[in-house]
């Protein structure tokens, strides 16, 4: 006699299969590092996935990967503190898989040193990366999640914003910290409650 605990894990484990096929996502700074990882991992599991870096002359690791392992993964350049350059990456992901599961903010760096030798310049520059940058791509991307009524984002940070008093941190902690704090409290405010019901979905609602 069939076990039907088993049975139901069965069709679950194809549901989940099926489902993570049709679904896209996109991962900002995938040229190394957590993107690079993400971005692969997301789509050897099915996801197609949309690998995005400023400079497209960095792809050369991540498009061997994904032609050796025939991975559903395309390269797209944007750079998260252009609009025009974010506008132009979501649009070109719609236009070609008709929406947006999945958003992951990891582009960003850290900036090393004393605030007594760093330019209130480079300061920005950190900041328009990693706080606005976050922002920018997330803004450009909810309307699309509103519309499917749903949606994942995630935000990827330093432990070394949760270290303020690092040698030589400077304003890298600083910076690091903000951006998740910033946008954990951002979202709180555009996905929790208190915006009536304007694009509800899974008990949560996003107001831009």
């Not at 582009?107 to 330019?119: K, R, T």
């Not at 070394?160 to 941190?169: I, K, M, N, T, V």
Request: glycine content about 12%; some cysteine; aromatic content about 4%.
């Amino acid at each position: 006699m069939a076990n039907p605990t088993n049975e139901l894990t069965i069709r679950r484990q194809m549901k989940n299969k099926d489902t993570s096929a049709n679904k896209v996502a996109i991962v900002t700074g995938s040229a190394t590092g957590i993107g690079y990882e993400t971005a692969v991992h997301l789509a050897k599991n099915g996801f197609h996935t949309y690998a995005t870096m400023r400079n497209l002359q960095k792809a050369n690791g991540i498009t061997e990967m994904a032609k050796t392992e025939n991975l559903p993964l395309s390269l797209i350049q944007l750079d998260v503190t252009d609009d025009i350059s974010v506008t132009k990456a979501i649009d070109t992901v719609i236009n070609e898989s008709g929406r947006i599961d999945v958003l992951v903010n990891n582009a960003g760096y850290g900036l090393v040193g004393s605030v007594e030798d760093m330019s209130i310049e480079e300061m920005k520059a950190q900041y328009e990366t990693n706080v606005f940058g976050v922002f920018r791509v997330t803004k450009a991307v909810l309307p699309h999640m509103r519309k499917q009524h749903g949606g994942s984002i995630v935000n990827i940070s330093s432990i070394a914003g949760r270290h303020l008093e690092l040698p030589g941190g400077g304003r890298k902690g600083r910076g690091v910290f903000t951006e998740p704090r910033a946008t954990d409290s951002a979202h709180r405010l555009q996905l929790g409650g208190g915006c009536g019901d304007r694009a509800k979905w899974k008990g949560a609602c996003a107001c831009t």
